[in-house]
């Protein structure tokens, strides 16, 4: 986190190893462990020996979709109630129960785009001038 003036600005990094030592940085997409891209945070993201690029959450992901993506979670946590209770009176002596990691990939068959949009796409100059243009703000 950053703290400017009267306000705070939540900065995280991402990184992408490259084992395979493909140079491909079209096909990387950082892991985004149990929650998604805040609108008005920063996020560096980089792919090991290739390229480092920043953005907002606010332009890889709309809020009306970020909403729909958290409560579909939400839901899930929620059914957990009816679960136990439809086992309460069975068998289980070693405790069997689901275990639902919280965890969001990129699939193409979610995109609304022909393909997944690369975070090193020609538009990442645009998202990184986003981001700049975001800080000159708060400098004020």
Same mark, same amino acid.
């Given at each position: 986190?950053?703290?400017?003036?009267?306000?705070?600005?939540?900065?995280?990094?991402?990184?992408?190893?490259?084992?395979?030592?493909?140079?491909?940085?079209?096909?990387?997409?950082?892991?985004?462990?149990?929650?998604?891209?805040?609108?008005?945070?920063?996020?560096?993201?980089?792919?090991?020996?290739?390229?480092?690029?920043? /953005?907002?959450? @606010?332009?890889?992901?709309?809020?009306?979709?970020?909403?729909?993506?958290?409560?579909? /979670?939400?839901?899930?946590?929620?059914?957990?109630?009816?679960?136990?209770?439809?086992?309460?009176?069975?068998?289980?002596?070693?405790? /069997?129960?689901?275990?639902?990691?919280?965890?969001?990939?990129?699939?193409?068959?979610? @995109?609304?785009?022909?393909?997944?949009?690369?975070?090193? @796409?020609?538009?990442?100059?645009?998202?990184?001038?986003?981001?700049?243009?975001?800080?000159?703000?708060?400098?004020?």
């Amino acid at each position: 986190m950053v703290f400017i003036f009267d306000g705070v600005v939540g900065i995280e990094i991402k990184f992408s190893k490259n084992d395979k030592g493909e140079k491909n940085l079209q096909t990387s997409r950082p892991m985004w462990n149990s929650n998604l891209p805040k609108p008005n945070a920063i996020y560096v993201y980089g792919v090991a020996n290739l390229d480092i690029t920043f /953005f907002k959450g @606010s332009d890889i992901l709309s809020y009306e979709t970020r909403e729909i993506l958290l409560k579909y /979670f939400d839901t899930l946590d929620k059914d957990e109630e009816s679960l136990k209770n439809a086992l309460k009176d069975l068998e289980n002596p070693f405790g /069997f129960a689901p275990y639902i990691r919280k965890a969001y990939e990129h699939k193409k068959e979610f @995109s609304n785009h022909h393909q997944i949009e690369s975070f090193f @796409s020609p538009n990442h100059i645009l998202r990184e001038q986003n981001v700049l243009e975001f800080l000159k703000t708060l400098a004020h």
